[in-house]
């Protein structure tokens, strides 16, 4: 549970996981049941499967959980995940046994489902007491492997709600039942029954045909897509596991006066703890003694590493680059920055509006027209003298062939092909709700460092004074850095290497903290660092070389000054240098009708420069990253529909909280979790590559739905008639179930 008591507003927000919802309709239906309570308003995301709930001070979270259960659903209270990533929370259990059980189903489903579709659709394979056989096999997938679907069609009546689940578990019901009723007091039980393949329209003896196959197929198909889309959804809480893995798992605290290892959940606000280079930073603190570079990029997204000395706040999970720090716990635990990125990604999600599937839209309108049918059917046939038998007959055909087996095929077969062709194409989609995002979005968010920009430091400015070859400054410089492992000082030897190749090795090197190196390299005296460092040394820099020092920071480099044998020989400046691909990619979501917008948290000169050499106008720099989501959530209030591509654990909350979220592959493992979709290759086209494919996938089940229900339309007058012969029923279904799958395949051919 967690709690927020305001003084001016005594209301307390308590977050529920909730267990038992099948569609978009079971969430609306649970916020309705919640806002019954006094003071209580309630978000619930079918796509998380849990509840933000706002409730006075005074209600018990029992009275939540309660009103929850009333409503046929569960409701627990999560526990927050153990610093060793693992879970405890029930909740978490619950849902990897509801996925455990789904998977346990679907493989009894296609085991039992194949043999009796095979042999009610081949009338060669129908040997003597075959129908009997189908029987065994159908019975256990009807009850057991459909028992879900029945489950939730029985909760939804309770409500006067109708959703595909119950069309599903009419329609089986309706077959099995008039299959069951046609073996035992029909002739169907005989022996040597045979189905003959015909597609005459007449009527013939209802009692003699069965309908085993069109009730164990429909739920073997559904009950695949089920399967398939609640795994996918399972990893939604993901995200906030990647982010606490993030943070160090022990720490050298100072005890005593000596160093002893903790686990940093034992670590409280006032302690001092020691950060090794290339350890991480265990908690928020702030410096004692010690100077180092801090990489923030796993945080802040910004490659170029921030120095720090005494007095310098530092924050939890950045990685020391330099030297030995020991820093002050100044918070722990839940007020961490991590913990407070962990809950912006939380309520971001919470935050997200359910987004029904087109199939229970569609089956809240179809299935009630079926019963009026069904029950219409009855009533003339019975009124017309006809006798129970013919319309009783009548009224079930009319159930029966309302069962959606084109439908159960609809949605995962465009997915799988869709989803298939997004791999090879290096895009990874996550579910259903994302393709009906990429319909709607007209705005996309990019994140500057690691998404429009490669997010590593590289040399970028090389500027020899009057005088001086530019390859041997080069050389002595990149000689010098290639001693220190500074990112600036590695970015700078990666570069030397590039344009002179091999550096010789310096000597007498020392590391000035703060301020920059020195050496001696071919028996000259090297000094590289700030200019300041090169004052200190009387050498002053030329006039020029102080311009264009200050032309170069004011486009966001970050320039050293070189001195050698006591006169200024250069600058050199390194940058995060832009991928060569964005601005084509930039070009290609402009076509789609999209307006980009560069988010980043650098500073104003910096993100103006990216943009112009993109080809962005609209550009929002500055923004730290809590204020990345209220930045998203300040351009949906302008009734946009906004993507967000980004790959940092900065970025982590605004990809969760933007209606499309598309997360760099090469970023953090928090980002990847909290987005709907991944560009594997790391290439900001593909994320124009990603919406087409995603809206092309998204028409492909529109008219798979279409055709499926044109085929259920078009046959139910047929069996209110009476005149629904098996094997026209048969075919007609398996030519739908066909050209689903023929239209999905046509996804195969997508080029981008």
Known sequence: MTTAPDTTNPDITVDLAIGGMT?????????????????VTAEVNYAT????????????????????????????????????????????AAADAELRGLRNRLIGAVALSVPVIALAMVPSWQFTYWQWASLT??????????????????????????????????????????????????????????????LTIARGDATSHIYLEAAAGVIMFVLAGRYFEKRAKREAGAALRALLDLGAKDVAVMRGGTEQRIPVSDLRVGDEFVVRPGEKIATDGVVLSGTSAVDESMLTGESVPVEVGPESAVTGATVN?????????????????????????????SGKAPVARLADRIAGVFVPIVIAVAVATLGVWLG??????????????????????????????????????????????????????????????????GTVTTGRMALADVVPADGVDRNELLRIAGAVESASEHPIAAAIARGARAEVGELPAPEGFANLAGSGVQGVVDGKAVVVGRPSLLADWSIPLPDPLAATFAAAQERGHTVVAVGIDGRAAGLLGVADTVKPTSAQAVHDLRGLGLTPILLTGDNEAVARTVGTEVGIDEVIAGVMPSDKVDRIAALQQQGRVVAMVG???????????????????????????????????????????????????????????FWAFCYNVAAIPLAALGLLNPMLAGAAMAFSSVFVVGNSLRLRRFRG
């Not at 029985?154 to 119950?166: K, P, Q, S, Y």
């Not at 030995?324 to 918070?331: D, F, Q």
């Not at 017309?384 to 087996?405: D, E, K, Y």
Request: aromatic share 4%; hydrophobic share 45%; with cysteine.
């Open 23 to 39: 569609c978009a309709s079971c969430a609306n239906r649970i916020e309705r049941k919640l806002g019954k309570l006094d003071g």
């Open 49 to 92: 499967e849990s509840a933000h709930v706002t409730a006075p001070a005074d209600v018990d979270p029992q009275t939540l959980i309660a009103a929850v259960e009333s409503a046929g659903y569960t409701a627990t209270l999560p526990q927050p995940p153990r610093e060793d990533g693992e879970t405890t929370d029930p909740a978490e």
């Open 137 to 198: 096999l159908a019975a256990p997938v009807v009850v057991w492997a459909g028992w879900p679907f029945h489950r939730a069609a029985w909760i939804n009546l309770r409500h006067g709600a109708a959703t595909m689940d119950t069309l599903v578990s009419m329609g089986t019901i309706a077959a099995f039942a008039w299959s069951l009723y046609a073996l035992f007091f029909g002739s169907a039980g005989e022996p040597g029954l045979r189905h003959p393949f015909s």
């Open 321 to 349: 680059a330099g030297g030995r720090l020991v820093v002050r716990a100044t918070r722990v635990g839940d007020e961490t920055t991590l913990a407070t990125m962990a809950r912006l990604v939380t309520q971001a999600q």
């Open 384 to 449: 017309a003298g006809a006798g129970a038998t013919a319309a009783f007959t009548a009224a079930v055909a009319v159930l029966i062939i309302a069962c959606p087996c084109a439908l159960g095929l609809a949605t995962p077969t465009a997915l799988l092909v869709g989803t298939g062709r997004g791999a090879q194409l290096g895009i990874v989609i996550k579910g259903p709700e994302t393709l009906e995002s990429t319909r709607r979005v007209d705005t996309i968010v990019m994140d500057k460092t």
């Open 647 to 705: 790959d940092g654990v900065n970025d982590a909350a605004a990809l969760a909280r933007a209606d499309l979220g598309m997360a760099m592959g090469a970023g953090t493992d928090a980002a990847i979790e909290a987005s709907d979709i991944t560009l594997v290759n790391d290439d900001l086209r593909g994320a124009a590559t990603a919406i087409r494919l995603s809206r092309a996938t998204l028409r492909t089940i529109k008219s798979n739905l």
